[in-house]
């Protein structure tokens, strides 16, 4: 138990559904990211949120929406995704220290291994 | 861009060898954070470094940052079957990139 939790755990969507990933994290931290982790691939960072504001966007295609309504909670809005869409979804948090802008430890979620049919 | 390059990519051994395995980067950053996977499960962070030359245990798992800030080794000593994994490095100092990581099979 690593403090972050993701779900669902599993999904399975065709390429016209709209669905959304959810992710909780319990250590009071104040930055949460969207990495995508794809077979023999090194993780990709997708999206940063630090203080409810969005950071980093990493040239991720606008199918993909993300949504950080406080700092605990991060959602990944999906819609008309690709069969190379399929993936683990990773979620993770940090504490970031934004005077000397330094990224503290990353703890990750267990991920939503995502199907697209 | 940045990346990281983590050797080996696979590995076999024997219960109770020691493991080694590490991580260059073109660049210099701040950090090094080593992690392990099991299959369908989140990364887990095993150990965490933050100044050159330092070297930090956590079990049977020791690790150091490179003092010249651009890699770092990880050592897995007396390996048992529950080391079975992938084991990743990432590095950063505001963001992290990740290895490509290093998948370790342990036979009994």
């Known amino acids: 138990e690593t403090g972050v939790t993701q779900t669902p755990r599993h999904l399975v969507m065709g390429m016209t559904n709209k669905k959304s990933l959810k992710c909780e994290q319990h250590?009071?931290?104040?930055?949460m990211y969207w990495y995508k982790q794809s077979a023999k691939k090194p993780l990709e960072l997708m999206f940063v949120?630090?203080?409810?504001?969005?950071?980093e966007n990493n040239s991720v295609p606008s199918r993909f929406s993300p949504e950080c309504p406080n700092s605990s909670h991060l959602f990944l809005h999906l819609h008309t995704l690709q069969p190379e869409d399929s993936a683990l979804y990773l979620c993770?948090?940090?504490?970031?220290?934004?005077?000397?802008?330094?990224?503290?430890?990353?703890?990750f979620g267990e991920g939503s291994r995502l199907t697209v049919l | 861009g940045q990346q990281l390059n983590q050797s080996p990519q696979s590995m076999f051994i024997q219960e109770g060898e020691d493991v080694s395995m590490n991580c260059t980067s073109s660049?210099?950053?701040?950090?090094w954070l080593w992690y392990k996977q099991d299959p369908g499960e989140g990364p887990v962070l095993l150990i965490a470094?933050?100044?050159?030359?330092e070297l930090t245990s956590n079990g049977r798992l020791t690790a150091q940052f490179g003092i010249t800030r651009k890699d770092s080794f990880l050592n897995i000593s007396a390996s048992i079957p529950s080391d079975v994994g992938i084991y990743f490095c990432?590095?950063?100092?505001?963001?992290?990139?990740f290895g490509t990581g290093t998948r370790l099979k342990v036979l009994a």
């Open positions: 470094l933050y100044k050159a030359g």
């Open positions: 250590l009071g931290h104040n930055a």
């Open positions: 949120y630090s203080l409810e504001e969005r950071v």
């Open positions: 660049s210099i950053f701040n950090t």
């Open positions: 990432a590095s950063g100092t505001y963001k992290y990139i």
């Open positions: 993770a948090s940090s504490q970031e220290d934004r005077g000397y802008s330094n990224t503290g430890e990353l703890f």
